[in-house]
């Protein structure tokens, strides 16, 4: 992207009028991303997930 706006500058065609931040966020599951975590504590983190999920369906809590 920066060599892009770099080369529209030289050629004096930039327009920040027309700049946007997209902020989306794109989480990978943690064995795509090579994260190693010790299995009692992925059973741990894996419980309160599925525990939370229940609350959120049933309307326990806000998302």
């Known amino acids: 992207m ?4 770099a080369e ?3 050629r004096d065609d ?3 009028s027309l ?11 943690h064995h795509a991303a090579g ?3 010790d299995p009692e504590l992925l ?4 419980k309160v997930a599925a ?5 959120h369906q049933r309307g326990k809590t806000t998302p």
């Open 14 to 16: 930039v327009d920040l």
């Open 51 to 55: 525990e939370e999920k229940g609350l």
């Open 19 to 29: 700049v946007s931040v997209d902020s989306t966020v794109a989480r990978a599951h």
């Open 2 to 5: 920066e060599a892009m706006i």
């Open 8 to 10: 529209a500058a030289a």
């Open 35 to 37: 994260m190693v975590v």
């Open 43 to 46: 059973q741990d983190l894996e």
